[in-house]
């Protein structure tokens, strides 16, 4: 039986895998721009802020602009981005996920969202995950981008758990820092390489035994 009251979800990338949907919406504003920008330039803005986003996305072209110019680019990236998400559907729930929400809600553990994105209210809506969720923080709730913990103890705060009682599950470096800060278990999903320190690691949720957490 495990020790954890509460389960807190990060969104993209353990969820859903909305990353390509923000590669594409990026890849048009940095054609836009004339800034390069690669796949592999992309894995720098998983689970990053949409303004520290955008912030790298310049700096690889080394391009200044005004506030309200930033702002313009962001509002035209989110558009597109949003446009994408909003084709989503069930079968875009990654491998794992709802067996493990339905295992979670079997042992009476409450389950939050902790995610940087101001969109999951379209993503839990067209994927139809929403009802498993009985907190929702994201990037409308919290100031302070992770690797600060705000949005994690945020999410134990409505759950009404003690932030140790609760378990992260985490696909970004700077997500598995917000949960150790937190004081929370910091369960990865993903490789070594990327997440040198979880708690714990695995490669997709279709691993999790709850009994052994
Ligand atoms: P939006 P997560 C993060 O979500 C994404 O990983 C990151 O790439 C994105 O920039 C950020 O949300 C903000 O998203 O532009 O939709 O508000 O991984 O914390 O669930
Ligand atoms: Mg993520």
Same mark, same amino acid.
């Given at each position: 039986?495990?020790?954890?009251?509460?389960?807190?979800?990060?969104?993209?990338?353990?969820?859903?895998?909305?990353?390509?949907?923000?590669?594409?919406?990026?890849?048009?504003?940095?054609?836009?721009?004339?800034?390069?920008?690669?796949?592999?330039?992309?894995?720098?803005?998983?689970? =990053? &802020? $949409?303004? %520290?986003?955008?912030?790298?996305?310049?700096? @690889? *072209?080394? #391009?200044?602009?005004?506030?309200?110019?930033?702002?313009?680019?962001?509002?035209?990236?989110?558009?597109?981005?949003?446009?994408?998400?909003?084709?989503?559907?069930?079968?875009?729930?990654?491998?794992?996920?709802?067996?493990?929400?339905?295992?979670?809600?079997?042992?009476?553990?409450?389950?939050?969202?902790?995610?940087?994105?101001?969109?999951?209210?379209?993503?839990?809506?067209?994927?139809?995950?929403?009802?498993?969720?009985?907190?929702?923080?994201?990037?409308?709730? =919290? &100031? $302070?981008? %992770?690797?600060?913990?705000?949005?994690?103890? @945020? *999410?134990? #705060?409505?759950?009404?758990?003690?932030?140790?009682?609760?378990?992260?599950?985490?696909?970004?470096?700077?997500?598995?820092?917000?949960?150790?800060?937190?004081?929370?278990?910091?369960?990865?999903?993903?490789?070594?390489?990327?997440?040198?320190?979880?708690?714990?690691?695995?490669?997709?949720?279709?691993?999790?035994?709850?009994?052994?957490?």
């Amino acid at each position: 039986m495990t020790n954890y009251h509460g389960a807190i979800f990060d969104l993209d990338g353990v969820l859903v895998d909305t990353a390509r949907y923000h590669y594409l919406a990026w890849k048009q504003l940095a054609e836009q721009l004339t800034i390069p920008f690669s796949a592999e330039d992309n894995e720098r803005l998983k689970g =990053v &802020s $949409r303004v %520290k986003s955008l912030d790298i996305l310049l700096s @690889l *072209g080394n #391009k200044h602009y005004t506030e309200k110019e930033r702002e313009h680019f962001m509002e035209q990236k989110n558009k597109v981005y949003v446009h994408y998400i909003e084709q989503m559907d069930e079968t875009e729930i990654l491998p794992g996920v709802v067996e493990l929400l339905k295992q979670l809600k079997h042992k009476n553990i409450k389950i939050a969202l902790g995610s940087a994105s101001k969109n999951s209210g379209i993503i839990l809506k067209k994927t139809g995950l929403r009802h498993y969720f009985d907190a929702i923080v994201d990037g409308n709730d =919290v &100031s $302070r981008a %992770k690797p600060d913990p705000e949005v994690f103890l @945020l *999410g134990a #705060k409505k759950l009404g758990i003690p932030a140790g009682q609760c378990m992260v599950f985490e696909d970004a470096k700077a997500g598995i820092a917000a949960a150790k800060h937190a004081g929370m278990l910091a369960i990865g999903v993903g490789t070594k390489s990327n997440l040198p320190n979880a708690d714990r690691l695995v490669e997709s949720l279709e691993e999790i035994e709850l009994s052994e957490l």
